[in-house]
C-alpha cells in the first residue's frame, strides 16, 4: 500500500555527488540548525568556520548557480533536511502499518465525498 523510503532520491544523490567531501562537514551542522530553529521559533545567524579548500569550493558552485554562498549552503541544509524527514516518515509508516492504513482509508472516503457533492477532488481528477 505504501512505500517507504529506501534510499536517497536521484536528485539528492546528484546533490551529493556534487558536493566535494571538504563540505560534508555542512550537513552535520542540519541537525543543529533544526533544533536551534524548533526551540527558539526564530531565525538565528550561525557563523561558520570554512577551510580554504572548502571555502573556494563553496564559492565555485554558488556562482555556477548564480547565487550567494549563503544561499548555495542553505539550499544543501535544506535538501539534506528534507532528506532526513522522509527518511524519518517512511520509518514511521512502516512501523504504523494500521494507521497509515486508516489515514488512507479516511482520505480516500474524503474525496469520494467531495466528488459527490461536485467538488474539485482526486478521485475523478478534477484538480490539478
Given at each position: 500500500m505504501f512505500r517507504s523510503y529506501s534510499g536517497p532520491t536521484p536528485s539528492t544523490t546528484r546533490l551529493r555527488e556534487r558536493i566535494p567531501r571538504c563540505l560534508q562537514e555542512l550537513l552535520c551542522l542540519q541537525e543543529l540548525l533544526s533544533c536551534s530553529a524548533s526551540i527558539l521559533r526564530m531565525t538565528r545567524t550561525i557563523t561558520l568556520r570554512l577551510s580554504d579548500e572548502a571555502y573556494k569550493a563553496v564559492k565555485r558552485y554558488a556562482e555556477a548557480e548564480h547565487t550567494?554562498?549563503?544561499?548555495?549552503?542553505?539550499?544543501?541544509?535544506?535538501?539534506?533536511?528534507?532528506?532526513?524527514?522522509?527518511?524519518?516518515?517512511?520509518?514511521?509508516?512502516?512501523?504504523?502499518?494500521?494507521?497509515?492504513?486508516?489515514?488512507?482509508?479516511?482520505?480516500?472516503?474524503?474525496?469520494?465525498?467531495?466528488?459527490?457533492?461536485?467538488?474539485?477532488?482526486?478521485?475523478?481528477?478534477?484538480?490539478?
Open positions: 550567494s554562498m549563503n544561499t548555495w549552503v542553505e539550499g544543501v541544509l535544506d535538501a539534506e533536511d528534507m532528506r532526513r524527514r522522509c527518511a524519518a516518515h517512511g520509518a514511521w509508516m512502516e512501523a504504523n502499518p494500521a494507521v497509515a492504513g486508516a489515514a488512507l482509508t479516511f482520505g480516500e472516503a474524503n474525496q469520494r465525498a467531495l466528488a459527490a457533492a461536485g467538488l474539485p477532488n482526486l478521485a475523478d481528477g478534477t484538480v490539478g
